[in-house]
């Protein structure tokens, strides 16, 4: 098991929703800013939103801004963050990391189809 492992992940139709999930390990929950990214074959990582050190403050990438909701589940027991993706488009077809002091998941890939 890795510091930070995600899931959620599948195919939807455009226009629909899918909630990621990161569990992280104690460390990386507890001293880190956390982040989701998403990376296409061939194109760089694409940062799309964080999280500050206690959960608050969150910020997100232009395009997913009032699509896509990070937060981090209320019981901190669990160690989770939480990306919701609302209105999908084909364009946010991707593998989606977790990401805590540059510290990775393996990712988990989102489809979305038209």
């Known amino acids: 098991q890795g510091e930070l492992v995600e899931s959620g992940g599948g195919s939807v139709q455009e226009g629909g929703s899918l909630k990621l999930s990161c569990v992280a390990s104690e460390y990386v929950f507890e001293k880190c800013f956390m982040s989701w990214y998403r990376q296409v074959p061939g194109q760089d990582r694409e940062w799309i939103a964080s999280?500050?050190?206690?959960?608050?403050?969150?910020?997100?990438e232009k395009s997913v801004k009032g699509r896509f909701t990070i937060f981090r589940d209320n019981d901190n027991t669990k160690r989770t963050m939480y990306l919701q993706m609302d209105r999908l488009k084909t364009e946010d077809t991707a593998r989606y990391y977790c990401?805590?002091?540059?510290?990775w998941g393996q990712g988990t890939l989102v489809t979305v189809f038209s």
């Open positions: 990401e805590g002091c540059l510290r």
């Open positions: 999280l500050n050190l206690i959960g608050g403050n969150p910020q997100y």
